[in-house]
């Protein structure tokens, strides 16, 4: 996930500075500040859903772990102490 992230960020850098340039001889210079802002949207998503890919390859491996009874490995710790931004929601008691 790493890879496409930093592609993402130096294309929409190009992108921006070929935009913000005064070289608009052709009209596909007029494109650079909306593909720019896209290209660093996708990069800012990537960003935020880093951690949560992560986890979820974690806990697909573990998935596969389980369905395999012959192989005795110890499951990742993120997975043993449960998805900590889960909350246990409980019923509210009227007062």
Do not use: C, W
Request: charged share 20%; no cysteine.
């Amino acid at each position: 996930m790493m890879k496409p992230k930093y592609i993402f960020l130096t294309l929409s850098l190009v992108e921006l500075t070929i935009g913000l340039s005064n070289a608009r001889q052709n009209a596909f210079f007029y494109l650079g500040l909306p593909v720019g802002a896209i290209l660093f949207g996708l990069f800012l998503i990537a960003q935020v859903m880093e951690k949560e890919s992560a986890l979820y390859d974690e806990q697909n491996r573990a998935a596969k772990l389980e369905r395999e009874p012959d192989v005795s490995r110890p499951q990742p710790a993120a997975i043993q102490r449960g998805v900590a931004h889960d909350p246990d929601l409980t019923m509210a008691h009227s007062y």
